[in-house]
């Protein structure tokens, strides 16, 4: 995780309350398929988590932007 609160690390962006909820939903989703078995298919899963990332690191990229121009 970043070192400081108002350091941006790309690997690990902050994520608002929506997105932590929506993150577990995920997770917990794929988990419960997981138990189905390892050959259900959770790619579509993965997909909605990767686009939750990259929405999360945009805005922080953004932020991150406006905040360097103060």
Known sequence: M???QNEYD???PPLTAGEKAKFAWYI???AKRGI???SVY???LEK???RLLDGARERAEKNARQNAKK
């Open 28 to 30: 917990g989703r794929m």
């Open 10 to 12: 790309p690997k690990h």
């Open 42 to 44: 959770q790619g579509d």
């Open 2 to 4: 970043a070192s400081k």
């Open 48 to 50: 909605k988590v990767d």
């Open 36 to 38: 189905a078995g390892e």
